[in-house]
């Protein structure tokens, strides 16, 4: 038995144990503590059809890589360039599936400029996922329509992984050119508005349209190289039954290019003949007031020699003040006619 220390009185215990009262905070409300949130579920959806997956998750969140960590041996790093922004074009090529980045242009009505939208891609021989950062056009209706359709989906998904990449990457390519055929129409509507008088008001214009330009170019520059990586690739992964098939791909990526590069050589011709215009306007804007001042200079001559504070010929006589304007008014009449003879006027 513990010895009691000195100087200490031993407590006594009441005749029946109190239960110690549970602390209310004021407004009657309860201590507890809420239930936590459940962790949000993937948002990967995924349709099958002749032994072959699509997986398919727009804007993939981190719960969503995580889920295809757990589903799938997919290296770390592809994982993490999944999470990254704006990662470069590139062609991954592993045992057992391929790591594709694209990017391709979407117009942002809201800013009014073209930019990249990214589409992050896993093949492997019985399964395709596709992550894009931001709705491609035409993605989003080609997950819909093989989603919605068994018998579309049946027939897309029998030419196996890489007949389904090809599918979703013409789709995606196709798109390109009504953007290329209305940055066409805009180059003709400009060309016309600078020949027609209208070359102050589409200096902004022809700025943007040039920026536009440029940014396509920046998108399908670096892609070219990767479509060509994908062709080669194509053989260890899909057999030789799809080089006709990923060679369009390449063509169609290089008549982009093409239109590119023509378009480029146009906005730029454009941009220097609006500027020629202005600067001509502007030559004929000076040439004029040069030719109204040394107009003007005889007269301000002759009118400052009669008005000096001295006695000149003429001084208090009315009929000399009329020979003196009718003088003025003589020079004035021959100056004009002979600069209009020399074309200064």
Not at 76 to 89: G, M, T, Y
Not at 93 to 109: I, S
Not at 214 to 237: D, G
Request: hydrophobic residues 45%; charged residues 30%.
């Amino acid at each position: 038995m513990a010895e009691e220390r000195p100087g200490r009185r031993r407590a006594t215990l009441p005749s029946v144990r109190q239960l110690p009262r549970l602390l209310r905070p004021r407004g009657g409300r309860s201590s507890l503590a809420a239930p936590e949130a459940p962790p949000p579920e993937p948002r990967v959806e995924v349709v099958e059809a002749a032994g072959l997956r699509w997986y398919h998750a727009e804007d993939p969140q981190p719960v969503d890589t995580a889920w295809l960590a757990d589903q799938f041996a997919f290296h770390p790093l592809d994982l993490e360039d999944v999470a990254s922004i704006n990662q470069r074009p590139k062609l991954d090529v592993y045992e057992e599936y391929l790591f594709l980045v694209v990017h391709f242009p979407r117009f942002d009505k809201e800013r009014g400029r073209l930019h990249a939208a990214e589409l992050d891609m896993f093949i492997g021989p019985d399964f395709v996922v596709t992550l894009p950062e931001e709705a491609i056009v035409p993605l989003p209706a080609m997950w819909e329509r093989v989603r919605e359709h068994p018998d579309l989906r049946t027939e897309m998904f029998a030419g196996g992984s890489g007949r389904l990449l090809y599918e979703i990457l013409d789709r995606c390519v196709d798109a390109c050119f009504p953007m290329l055929g209305q940055l066409g129409r805009k180059l003709r509507r400009l060309e016309d508005d600078i020949f027609e008088g209208r070359s102050r008001e589409i200096v902004r214009e022809l700025s943007n349209t040039k920026q536009e330009i440029i940014n396509f170019r920046a998108i399908i520059r670096p892609q070219r190289s990767v479509f060509r990586a994908l062709e080669r690739a194509k053989q260890a992964h899909f057999g030789e039954e799809l080089d006709v098939y990923f060679d369009d791909l390449t063509d169609a990526t290089e008549r982009i290019w093409d239109v590119l590069e023509n378009f480029k050589e146009i906005v730029e011709a454009l941009e220097s003949s609006n500027e020629s215009v202005l600067s001509h306007r502007l030559s004929d804007i000076l040439r004029v007031l040069t030719a109204a001042s040394v107009v003007l200079l005889p007269l301000t001559l002759i009118a400052s020699v009669w008005g000096m504070n001295v006695h000149v010929p003429g001084e208090g006589n009315l009929a000399a003040f009329w020979i003196i304007v009718a003088a003025m008014a003589g020079v004035l009449m021959g100056l004009i006619l002979y600069f209009r003879r020399r074309g200064w006027l």
